[in-house]
């Protein structure tokens, strides 16, 4: 087609140009025609409506400037200028046009507003052009051609033209492919055209013709985006919006919370519902029925148990698939264990769809409502006060039965009733603290609960007096949507307040007798001014005194303390070092006795009383560790805590749960000695009044400065305001004299504890971490402990008896063991140590075979002797003695070297059996 316009120039330019503008001016009218009649079918209806319109009228002014351009001779006497005019009016209104276009996608104006306006600004530029002559000059052929206007708008074309362009690309979602790029083609042909119109000087000119080129493919680009595309393809351009559709419900079927699903019902040989086919389903079906992959299968497939549910599920979907009347209905699954609200709708006859709403949690909060429903009324038909509520109408809408007793109506009568019918108050006698109120005795703007004293007119006219509070009911927009009135009678009240009356009448005039004296007395009582305040002047200086005194009582009383404890320890001390060893050295004797005794009768009376004596042992040995705990002086506070927790569960069997915060503390030993016999108190108060079997005590550090002592139970709990100083004087260390010695330290003792609840009591001490080396907790021994070696071949002695050093500090005892082991075959006793120091001496010269060490021994004890001569002989076996049986004593003993552990408190036997397994030890 190009080349037949471009042939046509070698002939007539004239006849080139008519052409070149007769294809736009049929290209303009062919759009116009396409877009008006296809325009209710187009996605963005105002948008092509609006170019349609706009290329007719562009259209209309591209035909009159060929019928005046130059050499035509339809309108003769036209000079060039007139089309030039003409030519660039048609170019403003196409690129304005384009680009208003894509202001106009949500626009609602009707298409015939756009084909008025369009003609009217045509009609506009005719006679601006022709009658009135007011238009620019755009040419002029004696003055060298083109105007400075007429190139100066060919630019602003252009940039009109451009942003057209950019608006285009950001609405490039809104068209199909292919048509966007024929649009875009063209508006980019169409400023070049304007660009190359800009450099003519005559009209016939070269630059003129490639100009007119370049209008044609633009125009050809318009032809192949709005006629050729939208009649070829009519489905992907006119019905774009179809399609859109279509995809917009797919992603809301896709992505619909509600779960949806297409069903097929089956009937069976007699017609009835049996089961129903599922057809299809969205996602939100799958994730809340559990179901996947279900299309194709059928609901008693996936649901065997579903006709055992409360709801027929498949009756009602069969009547919904058959009549084709749509259901809504509520029912539990039990297999699921959901409840559902299902819409059924019929698509067609035999199929159903149903849209499901998972509403478990609803009906779990309607159950909970309904449960509090019931609790407040059950609460508001029990209390002794009246209660009447009205509706926003100010009707009653619920009356209790002490409401029915005291205004005479009963519930029947009163429900739908004014609220001023059946509580009705005598406005002369109301006396309300809020407002005195004229018009209505509740105030419809009521902001705040309102509380007035007045009479009830009751339903038999009687009159009654009560105090009533009314309250507004508000929803959750602060909206009233009712009243509550609570009201009793004061009648009793009110007697009591006329008795009080005439009480304060006749107390008055006693009050006006007593004056008339009181002012006899005063001369009197000024006299004794001055001697009451040397009285309590001297009254200060007693105070003074007193708490003086009360300091002394305070320090007294610690000193008390630590007395005591000093008396426990020594009589500790004597149960230990006197009477546990002389009991010993009799029980080992009494064991070598019983073996020489050739009669029978003897040897068991003998048996008996080494059975007395060892029993003797071990009451006095518990006395000792109760009166002083020795894991309280080996290893401090923590380690006694540890030894208290067992002796709680083995004496008492109370679990004391013990945890520390910290390894180690450094307290001084008063503090120590305070501090357990607090905590071993308020075990002893738990035991004889809590009622629990069981309590929790904790030691934290409180800051940098403070140790927390807690002891915690869940026994019965007390009220600490009930304790008195006599109560705890009659209990031993009791809670007061606990607070009173810890105050007296520097600490504090707090009480926390209510009936039924528990008790809790916090020790708070001030701490100050001392740079020395504290007693470890643990029962594990130091890191410089020589460990044994289990490896180590002992060195037998050459003589065939064992070879036995005897090590403690008493000498009844080592007689004791003396004379067992004098007449045991086979075990000799070498030597006799009474401290520390002795024994590693001797073990080095004497070199036996068995050491049996006291671990309690003046000057260096049983345990570092132990370390150091299992360091220079490790062959040397050793067998640890004390008079406590705890295992738990001996591990430090036992980790420093010793071989074994036995109690002081053993036979002879025991002992001898001792030895020789401590000799075969390797």
């Known amino acids: 087609m190009l080349m037949a316009f471009y042939t046509g120039t070698f002939y007539n330019f004239l006849l080139f140009h008519t052409l070149a503008e007769m294809f736009a001016v049929v290209t303009a009218c062919s759009i116009f025609m396409v877009t008006w009649n296809a325009r209710r079918f187009f996605k963005e209806k105002s948008f092509f409506s609006f170019v349609g319109i706009a290329y007719l009228f562009v259209g209309i002014l591209d035909l009159t400037h060929t019928m005046t351009y130059k050499g035509v001779n339809i309108l003769p006497g036209i000079d060039p200028n007139v089309p030039t005019q003409l030519w660039i009016s048609a170019r403003y209104l ?132 709005l006629i050729e595309t939208g009649l070829s393809r009519p489905y992907s351009t006119l019905f774009k919006d179809l399609t859109d559709s279509r995809e917009s419900y797919q992603a809301l079927f896709s992505n619909m919370i509600d779960g949806f699903a297409r069903h097929r019902i089956i009937l069976d040989k007699d017609g009835r519902p049996a089961d129903y086919e599922f057809l299809e389903t969205n996602p939100a079906f799958e994730e809340l029925t559990g179901f996947k992959d279900v299309v194709g299968k059928r609901v008693k497939q996936l649901m065997p148990d579903i006709e055992k549910d409360p709801v027929n599920w498949i009756a009602v979907f069969g009547n919904v698939a058959i009549d084709g009347k749509p259901v809504r209905i509520e029912g539990r699954s039990d297999q699921l264990g959901k409840w559902f609200s299902v819409n059924a709708y019929c698509v067609r006859y035999g199929e159903f769809v149903t849209i499901i709403e998972d509403i478990t949690e609803k009906k779990q909060a309607l159950d909970a409502l309904f449960v509090q429903s019931e609790w407040l009324k059950t609460t508001l038909n029990s209390i002794g006060d009246g209660v009447i509520s009205a509706d926003e109408n100010r009707r009653v809408s619920f009356i209790n039965p002490v409401a029915e007793k005291l205004t005479g109506w009963s519930r029947a009568d009163a429900l739908g009733k004014t609220i001023e019918e059946v509580f009705s108050i005598d406005l002369e006698s109301r006396n309300c603290s809020y407002t005195q109120i004229q018009e209505l005795y509740v105030p419809k703007d009521l902001s705040m609960p309102l509380a007035c004293k007045g009479m009830l007119v009751r339903r038999d006219d009687t009159r009654i007096p009560v105090e009533e509070t009314v309250s507004r009911l508000e929803n959750e927009k602060k909206e009233v949507t009712g009243l509550v009135f609570v009201f009793r009678d004061i009648s009793v009240q009110q007697e009591y307040q006329e008795k009080l009356k005439n009480a304060n009448e006749r107390l008055e005039e006693k009050i006006e007798e007593r004056t008339r004296s009181l002012h006899q007395t005063i001369k009197r009582l000024e006299e004794e001014i001055e001697l009451r305040m040397d009285a309590e002047t001297r009254y200060h200086n007693s105070h003074k005194e007193m708490l003086a005194r009360a300091g002394q009582l305070r320090a007294l009383a610690g000193k008390l303390t630590m007395a005591e404890q000093a008396e426990r320890k020594r009589v500790a001390k004597i149960l230990h070092d006197g009477i546990q060893q002389y009991m010993a050295a009799a029980k080992l004797h009494l064991s070598g006795l019983e073996r020489q005794l050739q009669d029978p009768q003897l040897s068991e009376a003998a048996k008996k009383i080494e059975e007395t004596i060892g029993t003797c042992i071990q009451m006095a040995r518990s006395l000792s560790a109760d009166l002083s705990p020795p894991a309280l002086y080996r290893g401090g506070l923590i380690s006694g805590l540890k030894w208290l927790a067992g002796r709680m569960q083995e004496r008492h069997q109370f679990h004391m749960d013990f945890a520390s915060q910290i390894s180690s503390v450094s307290l001084s030993e008063d503090i120590v000695l305070l501090v357990f016999e607090s905590v071993r108190e308020l075990l002893f108060n738990a035991v004889k009044y809590a009622g629990t079997s069981a309590a929790q005590v904790r030691l934290t550090k409180e800051g940098e400065d403070h140790l927390c002592l807690s002891v915690q139970d869940e026994g019965k709990g007390f009220d600490p305001s009930g304790i008195t100083v006599s109560d705890n004087m009659n209990q031993g260390l009791g809670l007061f004299s606990i607070q009173e010695r810890i105050q007296l330290i520097g600490g504090t003792f707090k009480i926390t504890s209510s009936p039924g609840r528990g008790s809790r009591f916090d020790i708070v001490l001030p701490y100050e971490q001392e740079t020395k080396t504290s007693i470890s907790a643990d029962d594990n021994p130091a890191n410089n402990s020589a460990a044994p070696n289990n490896n180590a071949v002992g060195k037998r002695s050459s003589e065939k008896d064992i070879r036995v050093l005897l090590a403690d500090d008493h000498a009844i005892f080592r007689k004791g063991v003396f004379q067992a082991l004098k007449e045991t075959a086979g075990i000799q006793l070498i030597g006799q140590a009474h401290d520390g120091m002795e024994v590693v001496a001797l073990a080095g010269k004497l070199k036996p075979d068995v050491i049996l060490m006291d671990i309690n021994m003046p000057g260096m004890n049983g345990i570092e002797a132990t370390r150091r001569i299992y360091k220079a002989h490790p062959e040397i076996k050793i067998l640890a003695l004390s008079m406590y049986e705890k295992e738990a004593y001996a591990r430090d003993i036992i980790s420093a070297g010793a071989v074994n552990f036995i109690s002081k408190g053993c036979t002879a036997s025991d002992m001898v059996a001792a030895i020789q397994k401590a000799v075969a030890v390797v």
């Open 94 to 225: 196409e690129s304005v046009s384009l680009l208003g276009a894509f202001f106009l996608f949500k626009s609602r104006i009707k298409a015939q507003i756009y084909l008025f306006g369009f003609s009217a600004v045509t009609l506009l530029i005719l006679l601006s052009i022709f009658h009135w002559q007011i238009f620019p000059d755009c040419y002029l052929e004696d003055a060298g051609g083109l105007t400075a206007f007429k190139k100066n708008s060919e630019y602003i074309i252009c940039l009109i033209l451009g942003l057209a362009l950019s608006a285009l690309h950001y609405n490039r979602n809104r068209f199909e492919g292919t048509l966007f790029n024929w649009l875009q083609a063209s508006i980019i042909v169409t400023i070049i055209s304007e660009l190359l119109f800009t450099t003519y000087v005559g009209v016939y000119g070269p630059a003129n013709m490639l100009g007119h080129y370049f209008k044609i493919v633009s125009y050809y680009c318009l032809y192949k985006a």
